[in-house]
């Protein structure tokens, strides 16, 4: 079992949805949780940080964490073709990031 | 003014040849990554320098070095290169060796044939 799962989609909504990426850990150990969007031939770049539990909000982001249930959300509202890309999350407890294998997201015109 | 720089872009190398990649930044981090991202997306941790220091060294193979002349600065060469090292080549930074909020170059995009 890998110690971060995330399903590799791809999701392909509607413009204007609301979008909901999700990844599931095993390691408690975790307290530093990340998304990263990574467009096409690009590097990721950083969305959203979260320091333990609880959520964060970022114009049309939020980023949750449950950390007892091991579950950390993205959320995207008011969809874009411009959020098309892949949705990287990763997460810490010291050093070294884990990934998660990210989730291709497609917003449809 | 480009934060985190890697040369070069693209490099399609023949297999058995040695390569180098350069990266630098100018955010002023004192840590600095290389990852491998393979064709599935899945961003691997080869190494990871604290102020030139090696602190995060997984298995890869020892063809793979890499070298820290400054905390600016970490390049990776790779000897006898192999058709299953072709990937995307990811160098990063951060301002500390916590690994959060990373900042990442564009890639170099190796392919052996």
């Known amino acids: 079992q890998k110690e971060v799962e995330q399903d590799p989609g791809p999701l392909s909504v509607p413009e204007g949805a609301i979008v909901s990426l999700n990844c599931t850990y095993s390691?408690?150990?975790?307290?530093?949780f990340m998304w990263y969007r990574q467009y096409s031939r690009k590097g990721p770049e950083l969305l959203m940080y979260t320091y333990s539990s609880g959520n964060k909000e970022d114009g049309r982001f939020t980023a949750q964490v449950d950390k007892s249930s091991k579950y950390i959300s993205l959320f995207i509202r008011d969809s874009q073709p411009s959020d098309s890309a892949t949705y990287l999350c990763?997460?810490?407890?010291?050093?070294?990031?884990?990934w998660g294998a990210g989730t291709k997201l497609i917003i449809k015109p | 003014d480009t934060a985190v720089s890697q040369t070069p872009k693209y490099l399609v190398t023949q297999m058995g040849n040695d390569k180098s990649i350069k990266c630098e930044q100018n955010?002023?981090?004192?840590?600095m990554y290389w990852y491998k991202q393979d064709s599935k997306k899945f961003l691997k941790i080869m190494f990871s320098y604290n102020n030139k220091e090696l602190i995060i060294n997984e298995t890869v193979p020892n063809r793979f070095s890499p070298k820290s002349p400054d905390k600016a600065h970490l390049n990776l060469h790779i000897n006898s290169l192999e058709l299953g090292d072709s990937a995307v080549y990811f160098c990063a930074s951060s301002q500390t060796g916590l690994a959060t909020e990373a900042f990442f170059g564009q890639g170099t995009r190796l392919t052996v044939v």
């Open positions: 990763a997460m810490s407890a010291g050093y070294q990031l884990i």
């Open positions: 390691n408690s150990a975790f307290q530093y």
């Open positions: 955010l002023g981090h004192d840590t």
